[in-house]
Every structure is written in C-alpha cells, then in structure tokens.
T-cell receptor
Framework: DAGVIQSPRHEVTEMGQEVTLRCKPISGHNSLFWYRQTMMRGLELLIYFNNNVPIDDSGMPEDRFSAKMPNASFSTLKIQPSEPRDSAVYFC?????????????FGPGTRLLVL | QQQVKQSPQSLIVQKGGISIINCAYE??????FPWYQQFPGKGPALLIA?????SEKKEGRFTISFNKSAKQFSLHIMDSQPGDSATYFCAASRSSYGKLTFGQGTILTVHP
C-alpha cells in the first residue's frame, strides 16, 4: 500500500493567495483527518471526516479555511485568502474506522510558507 | 477538559539508558492512549497504544505504564538507541469518537 498521499509536499505562496492542499487516504479507510503542526501550538486537529461526512470541524481556525471530501479517495483543504500565520506543516491522516479508535496513519505532510 | 499535558519538552539520554516521557490528561471519558513517533520531515507514526483495562503494555523496548486513578501515562524506552532520536507525542481519545488530542511533544536525543 502506498500509504496516505499528500500534495504538494511544499508550497510557498504570497499573502492573499488561495492555497489548496490535497490528500488521498489509504484505500479502504473510512475516516480522514486534517492536522496542522506548528512549533507554538503543536499538532492540532482541524477537521475529521467519517464516510466522507464532516464529523468535527471545531478546529478549523476561521472562515478562511474550508475542507471537502467529495469521495472516499480524495480530500482537499483550502485556505482563502492565505496569511503568514497559516505557515505550518499540514498533515492528512486516515484510519480504517475512526469511530472505533483505529490507528491513524499520517501522510508525509505539506509544508506551507505564506510570505 | 480536552488537554493532554506532556513532559519533558526535551530529553537527552545516553545510548543504553532509559528514556521516560510522561503525560497527564483531564477528561475521564478518554479510553485510548497512543504514543506517536515523528522523525524530522515525516508524519507521526503510531508506536504503541494502551487502553485503560491494563496498567502496562510492552512491545520490544517500548513500554506504556498507565495509572487510571492519577490520570497519567508514560512511555519508557529501554536500552535507548541513537535511532530512537525523534519527537514523541502522547495522545488520548474516546475510542467511540476517534478524535485524538495530542500532547505538546518531547524531543528525544540519544547520544552514542
């Protein structure tokens, strides 16, 4: 299995631009998680999907952030407009059954720098 | 309360020594306690996990000790090796919900 696939791996953009991060979960997994990692705040859960439905989006910072999961094999996290404080590493993770506490498998992350 | 507090922030151990990282939680509904290991430039990966029906779980050189009454759990790495140098995160969740709350992480350095 290829594991969780994220793209791009690195993104540098200017403040005000739209940023779209992409994630392909492990085949057969029904739960998908988006995390943000910074030195100051550590690992924070942004949003959690189960069977393509958002279960918990309480970690989404503000309206500039949005996430979609149109099907079981693809999810996007969009930031519009981006700000320098959004600079972080964004991880996508998937699990076979998030509601049963199954292991979360993390992707390699997207390192975002907003200038 | 959703916080998970982890200590120390950083730890330096000599090769062959024991590394100990501690975590404390507040939410008594938590019933799943994993530890994740993260190497630079990589995503976190599950190392070992425990549920509160046991007080200890061992996998190779890695052991989780769990104290339900104190709401604390810890990771012990025996015979620490330079290859163990990484950032370690404890986490907690209600297994029926799946949302992991992570500790702040511990940067472990094992000197040869």
């Amino acid at each position: 299995d290829a594991g969780v696939i994220q793209s791009p791996r690195h993104e540098v953009t200017e403040m005000g631009q739209e940023v779209t991060l992409r994630c392909k979960p492990i085949s057969g997994h029904n739960s998908l998680f988006w995390y943000r990692q910074t030195m100051m705040r550590g690992l924070e859960l942004l949003i959690y999907f189960n069977n393509n439905v958002p279960i918990d989006d309480s970690g989404m910072p503000e309206d500039r952030f949005s996430a979609k999961m149109p099907n079981a094999s693809f999810s996007t996290l969009k930031i519009q407009p981006s700000e320098p404080r959004d600079s972080a590493v964004y991880f996508c993770a998937s699990s076979a059954d998030g509601l049963a506490g199954e292991t979360q498998y993390f992707g390699p992350g997207t390192r975002l720098l907003v200038l | 309360q959703q916080q998970v507090k982890q200590s120390p922030q950083s730890l330096i151990v000599q090769k062959g020594g024991i590394s100990i990282i501690n975590c404390a939680y507040e939410n008594t509904a938590f019933d799943y306690f994993p530890w994740y290991q993260q190497f630079p430039g990589k995503g976190p990966a599950l190392l070992i996990a425990i549920r509160p029906d046991v007080s200890e779980k061992k996998e190779g050189r890695f052991t989780i000790s769990f104290n339900k009454s104190a709401k604390q759990f810890s990771l012990h790495i025996m015979d620490s090796q330079p290859g163990d140098s990484a950032t370690y995160f404890c986490a907690a969740s209600r297994s029926s919900y799946g949302k992991l709350t992570f500790g702040q992480g511990t940067i472990l350095t094992v000197h040869p």
